[in-house]
Structure formats: C-alpha cells, structure tokens
C-alpha cells in the first residue's frame, strides 16, 4: 500500500495562475481532506469529503475548489492564485466508524506563490 | 468543538520521560482525545487515542483524568528522534471528525537534546 500521496511535490505559482493539487489514497477511505499549513502554525482544513461526490467547506475554504469525482481521489484547486497560499498543502484520508479513529497523511505538497 | 491549550515549547533529554499535558476544559460528553506528532516536512502521524483513564500502546501513554477536562501524553525514554511537534485535538470521533470537528492548534515543539 502506498498510502495517501499528493501530486506534485513542490509548484511555484506566479499571482492569477492557477493549478490543481490531486491526492490518491489506496485504503479505500471514505473521508478525505484537504489542510493548508502555514510556517510556525497547526494545520487548517480547507475542504472535505465525506464521499465520492460529494464535498463541504472547512474552516479556510476561500480561493479553492475541490471534488471528488472518485473515491480514491481528492483534488484541491486554485483558480487565481494569490501569495496568502504559499503554504504547504496536506492531504489525508480516514475510515468512519472504527474503533480508533485515525486521520493518514501524505507527505504535502509546498506551493510558493509569487 | 473542544478548544485545547498546550505548551509552546518543551525541551528534553535522551533517555527521559516526557509528559506532554493538554487542557480541554470544555470537553464534550461524545469527544475523545487524540495525540498526533509531525515531524519538519512531514505530515502529522497519529500516535495514540483515548476516552477515559489509561491508554498504552507501543508507543506512549495516554493519562486522562476523571473529569477528562485535561490530558497528559507520555514518551517514555525519548531520543533524538521523537524531536517533533506534538498536537492535541478533541472531537466526536463517533461523526467521523468530518469537517470542523477536527482542530489542529499550534501544538507543543518538543526538541530531544543529547
């Protein structure tokens, strides 16, 4: 298994470009999630889904878009980037209703908007 | 949503027990508690989970007192590399810890000297 991994690994944008970041995970997790992490602080969720098809709004949504056209795919797009999302961009994934809830990360993506 | 508050900053040394407390005074009957540890670069990686009393796994332990309105992660014995920034949330797990229910704050930046 090789997890949850995030395509590409590093981008640098000029301001107004605009790029698709795709996280794959192979576990067959139904939750999926987009975070951003900015120098020195925790994460923020910018996007989620709870299913193939379907997304919601997290806590910094504005300036991304996402979907979920399939279940092991969750892409996380920036129409007109602007340099307030420099910052490196973590996917994860997740199974409800276990035992032990846990959250899989992939290694991020570092995006540096200029 | 549970708001938690931990130390900044710890230092330590090989071979010592680390304890790591979290204050969450506003806990939710239905929540329960979870350590995650980042490494620079990295993606967070979950580390241990807990409802009540005493968790051990491999890793660490997991102290939650009666009235569960505080935490204390465990390391025992660190080394050079448990170096890493450690992070408290609170949430529902039972609702997936979909969307906002998962808050990532600024963690505890645990540096191991020799």
């Known amino acids: 298994n090789a997890g949850v991994t995030q395509t590409p690994k590093f981008r640098v944008l000029k301001t107004g470009q605009s790029m698709t970041l795709l996280c794959a995970q192979d576990?067959?997790?139904?939750?999926m999630y987009w975070y951003r992490q900015d120098p020195g602080m925790g994460l923020r969720l910018i996007h989620y889904?709870?299913?193939?098809?379907?997304?919601a709004k997290g806590e910094v949504p504005d300036g991304y878009n996402v979907s979920r056209l399939k279940k092991q795919n969750f892409l996380l797009g920036l129409e007109s980037a602007a340099p307030s999302q420099t910052s490196v961009y973590f996917c994860a994934s997740s199974y409800p209703g276990r035992e032990t809830y846990e959250q899989y990360f992939g290694p991020g993506t570092r995006l540096t908007v200029t | 949503l549970a708001k938690t508050t931990q130390p900044i900053s710890m230092d330590s040394y090989e071979g010592q027990e680390v304890n790591i407390t979290c204050s969450h005074n506003?806990?939710?009957?239905?929540?329960?508690i979870t350590w995650y540890q980042q490494f620079p670069s990295q993606g967070p990686r979950f580390i241990i989970q807990g409802y009540k009393t005493k968790v051990t796994n491999e890793v660490a332990s997991l102290f939650i007192p009666a009235d569960r309105k505080s935490s204390t992660l465990s390391l025992p014995r660190v080394s050079l590399s448990d170096t890493a920034v450690y992070y408290c949330l609170v949430g529902d797990i039972g609702r997936g810890w979909a969307g906002n229910m998962l808050t990532f704050g600024g963690g505890t930046r645990l540096m191991v000297k020799p």
């Open positions: 506003n806990i939710a009957t239905n929540d329960y």
């Open positions: 889904s709870v299913g193939e098809g379907t997304t």
């Open positions: 576990m067959n997790h139904e939750y």
